[in-house]
C-alpha cells in the first residue's frame, strides 16, 4: 500500500464516522459520534419567550434536536436513560418529560 492510498482510506474511515443517514434520535443516540445536547431541552421548555428560531447552517443537526425534543415530549424515557437529561437534571427530568401536551 502506498502513501496516496493509505491517506484516501483514512479519509474514507473518517466519513464513515460521521455520515448519518437518519435524522432520529433513538437512531443517532446509539452511534459512535453521538453528542448528549439533552440539557438543550431544559433551555428550550424554560424559556419564556412566545417563539422560539433555531437557526444554524445546514446540516447543523437542528431536526435531530427536534426529534429528540419531540421523543421527550411524548415520554419516551428509555431514550433518555443515562443522558445528562436524565442523571443531572433528574427533578427536571421527571416533572417534565410526557408533561406538555404534544399534537
Known amino acids: 500500500m502506498n502513501k496516496s492510498s493509505s491517506l484516501k482510506d483514512s479519509k474514507d474511515s473518517e466519513k464513515s464516522l460521521c455520515k448519518l443517514a437518519s435524522h432520529e434520535f433513538a437512531t443517532i443516540k446509539e452511534t459512535i459520534t453521538f453528542v448528549d445536547k ?41 431514550l433518555f436513560e443515562n443522558l445528562k437529561i436524565c442523571t443531572e437534571e433528574t427533578q427536571f427530568f421527571s416533572k417534565h418529560c410526557r408533561s406538555h401536551p404534544f399534537y
Open 38 to 78: 439533552t440539557l438543550f431541552i431544559k433551555c428550550l421548555l424554560s424559556d419564556t419567550s412566545k417563539i422560539v428560531l433555531l437557526t444554524a447552517p445546514r446540516a447543523f443537526g437542528k431536526t435531530t434536536l427536534m426529534d429528540m425534543l419531540k421523543q421527550f415530549l411524548l415520554g419516551k424515557r428509555s
